[in-house]
């Protein structure tokens, strides 16, 4: 798989469809986001959702109603420039797609919500490995038994990504990840993954499996398809999100959006 170093550029290929993959490890040190796109009449509530759920759904982009524009993270259309885009329809996801312009409406309010792919660099750069890269995979995803807070209509199980990584490697990734609360911050969980209602580690919701090697345990943290389930769980008749794997890149650096 081609990587590569600019959002702009690495946009530029997703709108000519020429690239269609995961983005883990694409455009190096630039964050990345997941996306909710709702119908304005249920906007103000699944703002509330967000807000009550900090860990799984750190906003970081919101449109104007009926805008696919987000300038506050760069020269970015909602409909052209994530790789892939599961739609919606009473709670159920009905159809994937490339391209929203011809499900695009006046209606609708995007929101992007932080992803973990973004500190996967500074896990890198601390010596900490990321094995899902490594192996040109999608990080393995998810639904748990811990309940989302409610707002609403929206409620659902918080969904966590899993990182395979040895005692002392998880023991760092909590110091770094824990700088960056705006991409999930510090996991959620690391150990026994039946203790947050996870019973086959093997078998991922979403993503690709990873399996454990000797010496290592997984780690857990809050991730950005949370939205989806609070989604089904609402039953709305029309959303959209990402497809996991599938994020928006955009043009904020990760080190501005470092908390200390």
């Known amino acids: 798989m081609t990587h590569w170093t600019h959002p702009t550029e690495f946009r530029q290929e997703v709108r000519a469809g020429r690239f269609r993959g995961q983005t883990a490890g694409q455009c190096p040190g630039y964050t990345q986001g997941n996306l909710a796109i709702l119908p304005r009449e249920c906007s103000e509530e699944f703002l509330r959702f967000a807000r009550l759920n900090p860990k799984s759904c750190p906003l970081i982009g919101v449109t104007e109603p009926g805008s696919s524009r987000v300038p506050e993270l760069g020269d970015i259309d909602l409909k052209t420039d994530l790789p892939s885009y599961w739609v919606f329809r009473d709670g159920h996801r009905a ?10 409406r006046d209606d609708l309010v995007g929101f ?69 609360p705006s991409v999930h911050g510090a996991p959620v969980h690391l150990g026994d993954p039946a203790q947050i209602g996870i019973a086959e580690i093997e078998r991922p919701d979403f993503g690709e499996p990873m399996a454990l090697k000797p010496g290592e345990i ?11 389930q609070a989604i089904r769980s609402a039953a709305l008749p029309f959303a959209i999100t990402h497809e996991p794997g599938h994020m928006l890149v955009t043009e904020l650096r990760n080190s501005h959006l470092a908390a200390f």
């Open 95 to 104: 159809e994937q797609v490339n391209d929203l312009s011809d499900l695009w």
């Open 218 to 228: 997984p780690v857990f943290w809050a991730c950005g398809v949370t939205p989806q």
């Open 112 to 180: 992007v919500i932080g992803c973990s792919y973004s500190f996967e660099d500074a896990l890198r750069d601390a010596g900490v490995p990321v094995r899902h890269i490594d192996e040109g995979r999608g990080a393995p995803m998810f639904i748990t038994d811990i309940a989302n807070g409610q707002a609403g209509r929206f409620g659902g199980r918080m969904v966590v990504s899993m990182r395979p990584m040895t005692a002392a490697q998880a023991i760092r990734a909590i110091q770094v990840t824990s700088r960056f």
